[in-house]
Structure formats: C-alpha cells, structure tokens
C-alpha cells in the first residue's frame, strides 16, 4: 500500500504570491502544444499551417478551455448552486474545470479561427488534436500533485491511501489518466498523424481514444460527493464521454467513405 505524498500545491513561494502546480502544468500543456506544433510545421508541410497560425490557434485554444471548461463545470457539476451564485462562475481560483466542457469550447474556438482564417473545421482539428493529450497529462498529473480527484477503494499492489481524505487506499486513478489521456493517447495520435490521412479521421480518432478511455477510467474514480452515481450506475464523466465515443465512430465511418469516393 502507497501513500501520497501530500505535495505542497504551491510549487514556488514568492512572499504571499504563490506559483501553484496546476498553473504550472496549464503552462506546460500550452509550451507543449507550441513545441510540437512548430516540430509538425517544419516536418510535415503538407499541413500548410505556418507558425502565425500556430500562435492564433493557441490564443483561441487557451480562450476555449479555460471559458468552456469554466461553464462546463459550472453547468454539467455544480448548476444548481452556480444558478444560485451566479457571480462565483468567474473565480476561477476557487478550481472547478470541466474537461468536456473545455472540449465544446475548444472546438468553438477553432471553428471561429477557421471562419476567420478560411479554412475547413475538420482541417484546423486534425492538424491540433495530436498536440493536446501532453497538455491532458499535465493536468492529471496536477490533479495528482493537489491530491484531488482520488479513485475508488482498492486492495490492488499499488493502491494509495490520500490522508488528507480518510485512511482508505484508493486506485491512484489520476495517474491512470495520465497514462492512458497523455502518454498512450499521445503516442496513438502521433503515429496515425505522421502520414496525410482523409480529413476528419484523426479528429474522430481523439473522440474515440479520449471518450473510451475516460470511460474505462471512470470506474475507478470516486465520483463526486455531491452527484454520485447517476443512471445505470455510471457517473457524469461517464455519460459525457459516450457522445464522445459515438461522435468519434461516426466521424471516422464518414469520413473514411468520403476518401473512398
């Protein structure tokens, strides 16, 4: 049996301001985003994307999962209360973030900078979807450091018991979503886009990896003290990915048609 660590979630003290972890895996998600975008742009040309848009689509990007994933939360999680507290959906300091709900914002935000640029949705989302999961991984590995977002009771080898929780051993199921939402996810995604694919595939290739994995890790994460269970024994991550999982298979039939056609 393991126990966590307890990290300090200010990373660096600087008189009462503080540097905190999740802020720091934040930057580590967007630094990596840019450092792979420019490694995709100088290798692999057919994309026709230049550093400029790298740069705009970051911008849109960061807009897209810190408002999205700010209202997402607020909706799909807390709705009842931020109905009645409307104002604290702007503290964004008090934490609560929605991956789902930084996905749909996310994606208005590349649909806004491809009306802009001229360019095709699906375009803009292939060439940014294998340049996310670092950035997911970063943020499990956060929630990990702030010991939050803690598993179910296990008796596995490597079940770790969060004292600041109770004295239970849990499945870390943060780190199980590191490897499968970063580093698996990533490695998938990168070697199916190292090679000009029919457009929308790699896109609905994300769907598929991101929404069954989270599924699958879902059942052994603690849901939420104050939802639970919902319908069927699944819990709100859960039903939030399938339409994930559905839109990806169709996506990927389509478009796999259209490119035979």
Do not use: C
């Not at 966590?4 to 934040?26: C, E, K």
């Not at 810190?66 to 109905?83: K, P, S, T």
């Amino acid at each position: 049996m393991l126990v966590h660590p307890q990290f300090d979630p200010v990373a660096i003290h600087l008189g009462s301001f503080g540097i905190h972890w999740y802020g720091l895996m934040y930057l580590t998600g967007f630094l990596a985003f840019l450092w792979l975008g420019r490694w995709r742009i100088a290798h692999q040309p057919w994309h026709g994307w230049d550093m400029k848009m790298l740069d705009d689509a970051l911008f849109y990007g960061a807009l897209g999962v810190i408002i999205g994933g700010r209202l997402g939360y607020a909706l799909f999680y807390q709705h009842e209360y931020y109905l009645a507290h409307p104002h604290e959906v702007l503290f964004l300091w008090q934490g609560g973030m929605s991956f789902h709900g930084g996905f749909i914002g996310v994606m208005a935000a590349m649909w806004l900078f491809a009306k802009k640029r001229g360019l095709t949705f699906f375009g803009i989302m292939d060439f940014v979807a294998p340049l996310v999961p670092v950035g997911l991984g970063a943020g499990r590995m956060g929630n990990f450091i702030n010991g939050e977002l803690w598993g179910r009771a296990s008796d596995m080898p490597w079940a770790m018991v969060f004292p600041q929780v109770d004295n239970i051993a849990r499945h870390p199921s943060q780190l199980y979503e590191f490897l499968l939402e970063g580093v698996v996810l990533f490695i998938i995604l990168w070697w199916y886009s190292s090679k000009p694919r029919a457009r929308g595939t790699v896109s609905a290739l994300f769907l598929i990896g991101y929404g069954t994995f989270r599924f699958l890790v879902e059942f052994t994460r603690e849901p939420d003290s104050f939802l639970g269970l919902l319908s069927l024994g699944l819990s709100m991550g859960q039903w939030l990915s399938l339409p994930m999982i559905i839109a990806g298979v169709w996506l990927l039939a389509v478009s796999l048609r259209r490119s035979k056609n």
